[in-house]
């Protein structure tokens, strides 16, 4: 399984647990596999390369398309990626599955419907728009696609404990590794 490159690519709305599940892969896979691994997300795009962007369909998209190249590089560079953006429409994670190639990229979706992620409204997001102090909020006044056709893995984040989203994400990229693990090198 070491040294193996791929992009897992989670996406879903804001509180369904992309970024827990997306730190306990990372730490999972560096720590008890000694995969190299970047981890990207939002917030830390964001907070630098991403950061005179808005959350207008544009800007999101612009900061999708800096992420996937980002993520590209990762692979180019031997390194397992993981990505957790919210990555609200379907043409947004065709460009990004162009921008990565189809091989190098697994989507996973984190799914919670959306009174479960406006319960747990970690970044106070949700509370945020209700007031309209939050503009443009995915799910409330911006849509989010459902992906038409089943992703690599659908995770029903709103429907099942942390623990047992973590154990199937877990299996899944230990397989795909394998399996990636076990083709004749070019």
Not at 20 to 41: I, Y
Not at 147 to 157: E, F, I, S, V
């Amino acid at each position: 399984m070491n040294g193996c490159s791929h992009v897992f690519w989670l996406f879903g709305l804001s509180g369904a647990g992309k970024s827990t599940l997306a730190d306990a892969l990372s730490h999972d896979l560096f720590s008890e596999h000694g995969e190299k691994v970047l981890r990207l997300d939002g917030d830390r795009l964001r907070s630098g390369l991403s950061s005179g962007l808005g959350f207008s369909d544009a800007d999101r998209t612009e900061n999708l398309r800096r992420a996937a190249q980002v993520a590209r590089l990762g692979i180019e560079s031997g390194l397992v990626v993981v990505a957790a953006f919210i990555t609200p429409q379907i043409i947004q994670r065709g460009a990004i599955e162009s921008i990565i190639g189809t091989s190098s990229v697994s989507f996973i979706y984190v799914d919670a419907d959306l009174a479960t992620c406006q319960r747990r409204d970690v970044k106070g997001l949700y509370a945020g728009a209700a007031k309209g102090a939050v503009k443009q909020m995915t799910g409330v006044s911006a849509r989010f696609e459902p992906p038409l056709t089943p992703p690599a893995l659908w995770l029903q984040t709103g429907s099942e404990d942390a623990e047992q989203s973590f154990g199937k994400l877990k299996l899944f990229v230990r397989q795909k590794l394998e399996r990636l693990a076990a083709l004749p090198r070019r």
